[in-house]
């Protein structure tokens, strides 16, 4: 008789996750990947594959292109989605900017994370996605640790924090009206730590921007850096350094902070988080700190 | 390391959400911009020390209100274990979200306010809990520094939870004096509590054991998905993909496709494309049949010698969660994880008084009721009772238009019980 595999909490959120992704599977007629390029969406397309292969993906990987992004990250995207042999659909905010006439935004540091929610619901409905799933997690933030698993939209795309469903059990209610669709959050259960022991557990190659390179950057009046990209303008009185960073988080490159470290392998940057006093989104999100409920504002109108 | 998952539940304002908090902020689980964030609000809002609620109380309305509204998940670790906390609101038209975080937990931590005692919500909470199928019970006597630390305060509450646990069979009651606000006993011993010689909250909680799956439980799995790739290389795969939900599957195992009751053999357990010599729960697998039958979603797959016997007729508990009330003749759908089909509500048996725990007759089922309902389905269902499975026990019910989910439901019995004959 074989000894019985012991599962330890990595198994778990494993196994849930997978789980997850196939109630996606045998639920909805037209899902979709939204695919970022970040850790977490990287770490979703790895519990894919454990999910659908030998089969291909029940659903298409789907960028949401602000164009404030790192290049090394859409070359990783490209190539990524060319290894799996699955489809890669990419929509850019600037087409969304010119079709609706929306208004760029300005100021020193043009964060086009407002505007990419037009783009998103703009995408769900060129192609009917009935489900979309993300890489969302409830630790990052207040109003995400409220959210469900499957989370329905109306078909402005809103979220009613007020009106969520009760999600039971390990039992998913994908039943939606027309015109509704529903957001996926496989991994809500993770936390930041759970996915970097994951990733390095699997192996899973990520964007260079993660590990510690030279960069030049502006210094924040916060203290934060910001890298030097053709997005921003500066002006004589920026404090400009190259120092030594990473990136926690892998967003536009004109709202992510970099972190300094000289942390070049999973296992330093594992030791680098464990060390941290800083939270993951607070380390690097310039646009959380609008208001309090910033998150909460941007999920109702649509927003991941 | 393992992970445990608990609840917290209790009377609005017995401070439920200041003991998370206080949880995350003494075990470092807070980090310095939360705090600093956290410490703003405290500065514009109310006066002087820091709020520990405001750090699961995430949705404005909570904070305006000072209330937990919704569902909130936590998680922490310690060198010991990994936590998972589900902060439920305390106030009564909030009982579906409590329903809903107690379904995935193995422990609970009923919160007591010592100037209180036991109060409805304590004992609704505590039933709901235990209907879930938690078995583990942390009663945690809070603001005990507002009685003088007073131990005859805390056996007097300790005493009257007794009897519910009591009248509930719960027999895993661990009982915590603590002081959320201040600290006291919550990750750190207390010295205004020198008559306590107990384990602290956190001490606790580290070392409770964590409930995992039974392998001598019977093996269950639904069909979740149909892969079946039609390639070149691999023409005619098809492999079934799903969850464990319970006991061990094995390689060449007898096993029956239900409803349909077809017979083959388990030709191979696939994980990630690698054949394996055994499965255990909650594992996600790919089975592979020797025969080509027919399968699809919904459809159960289990060992010959464990099979249930597919049911149209079920008998069970339901927490209803709608507004509008459930009514005999009622049509809906039934979600029993992967299989979904329509069914008709016949006969509401009786609704459970959570004050007495009685049986009492009831014409309809209210928004938070708890009531024992006769259900027939269109297609029939590879169940269990919940005592039996907590996992192929359960279901929930679904509004057919909307989508709506309108019900928790707790398998009593497969069968219902033939008609008593009068004599």
């Known amino acids: 008789m074989p000894t019985l595999p012991r599962l330890d909490y990595l198994d778990r959120l494993e196994a849930e996750a997978v789980h997850i992704l196939r109630e996606v599977a045998g639920q909805f007629q037209r899902p979709a990947l939204l695919f970022s390029g970040g850790k977490d969406s990287i770490a979703l397309v790895r519990l894919a594959q454990k999910a659908f292969r030998p089969g291909k993906f029940p659903f298409p990987l789907v960028h949401i292109d602000t164009g404030h992004n790192f290049p090394e990250v859409l070359a990783f995207r490209d190539r990524l989605a060319a290894e799996l042999g699955e489809q890669l659909i990419v929509r850019r905010v600037e087409d969304t900017i010119r079709q609706r006439g929306l208004r760029e935004p300005g100021g020193k540091f043009p964060s086009r994370n407002a505007l990419q929610t037009y783009t998103l619901l703009d995408t769900v409905e060129e192609f009917g996605f009935d489900a979309c799933i993300g890489g969302a997690r409830r630790d990052e933030e207040k109003a995400r640790a409220k959210e469900r698993i499957f989370s329905v939209r109306d078909e402005f795309g809103q979220w009613d924090p007020r009106r969520q469903r009760p999600e039971l059990w390990n039992i998913y209610n994908g039943q939606i009206q027309p015109g509704e669709n529903v957001r996926v959050f496989p991994i809500s259960n993770w936390t930041e730590l759970d996915v970097w022991n994951y990733i390095q557990r699997e192996n899973i190659p990520l964007p260079s921007i993660y590990f510690a390179h030279e960069r030049r950057c502006v210094v924040l009046p916060s203290g934060q850096l910001l890298a030097v990209t053709e997005h921003l303008t500066l002006d004589a009185t920026d404090e400009l350094t190259t120092r030594q960073v990473r990136f926690r988080t892998v967003g536009d490159a004109t709202c992510t902070a970099a972190v300094e470290s000289d942390a070049s392998t999973l296992a330093a940057i594992i030791d680098d988080i464990l060390q941290a006093k800083v939270s993951e989104r607070g380390a690097t999100r310039l646009d959380d700190r609008i208001s309090e409920t910033g998150m909460e504002d941007r999920k109702r109108n649509g927003y991941f | ?423």
């Open chain 2, 1 to 423: 390391m393992d992970l445990l998952r608990f609840i917290t539940c209790g009377s609005v304002d017995d401070g439920k959400s200041t003991l998370i908090g206080r949880l995350l902020y003494d075990s470092d689980a807070v980090s310095l911009d939360v705090l600093a964030a956290l410490e703003e609000q405290n500065r514009t809002s109310a006066a002087g020390t820091v709020d520990l609620a405001l750090l699961t109380d995430g949705l404005r309305a909570e904070r305006e209100q000072g209330i937990t509204i919704d569902v909130a998940h936590k998680y922490f670790t310690t060198p010991r274990r990994k936590f998972i906390i589900t902060d439920t609101p305390g106030h009564v038209q909030y009982t579906r979200n409590m329903v809903t975080g107690a379904s995935n937990a193995d422990l609970a931590i009923v919160l007591v306010d010592a100037r209180q005692g036991v109060v409805e919500q304590t004992r609704r909470h505590t039933i709901v809990a235990a209907l879930l199928g938690i078995r583990r019970f942390v009663l945690a006597v809070n603001k005990i520094d507002l009685v003088g630390y007073s131990e005859q305060v805390f056996r007097d509450i300790v005493a009257d939870y007794a009897a519910v646990a009591a009248q509930l069979g719960l027999r895993q009651v661990v009982s915590i004096p603590l002081s959320a606000l201040n600290g006291d006993n919550v990750v750190k011993p207390s010295a205004n509590l020198p008559w306590y010689q107990g384990p602290n909250l956190l001490e606790h909680l580290e070392t409770v054991t964590v409930a995992t799956e039974a392998t001598t439980d019977a093996a269950r799995f639904q069909v979740q998905y149909v892969i079946r790739p039609q390639t070149a290389e691999l023409p005619d795969y098809r492999g079934y993909a799903g969850r464990i939900q319970s006991g061990v599957y094995r390689p060449g195992d007898r096993v029956l496709v239900l409803p349909a009751g077809i017979e083959t053999t388990l030709a191979a357990i696939e994980i990630d494309q690698q054949a394996v010599p055994a499965a255990v729960a909650p594992q996600g697998v790919v089975l592979r049949l020797a025969d080509d039958v027919d399968v699809s979603r919904g459809d159960t797959i289990v060992p010959l010698a464990q099979a249930p016997v597919p049911t149209r007729e079920l008998e069970a508990t339901l927490c209803w969660m709608a507004e509008q009330p459930l009514r005999p003749g009622r049509k809906l759908l039934v979600q029993h994880h992967t299989a979904k089909t329509r069914a008709v509500v016949q006969a509401i048996v009786a609704r459970t008084n959570i004050q007495t725990l009685e049986q009492q007759p009831a014409a309809e089922a209210r928004l938070n009721d708890i009531v024992r309902v006769r259900l027939k389905t269109a297609r029939p269902l590879a169940a269990d009772t919940y005592q039996q499975n907590r996992t192929t026990g359960a279901f929930i019910l679904l509004d057919e238009q909307t989508g709506a989910t309108l019900a928790a439901g707790l398998i009593e019995q497969t069968a219902p019980a033939e008609p008593e004959v009068e004599l």
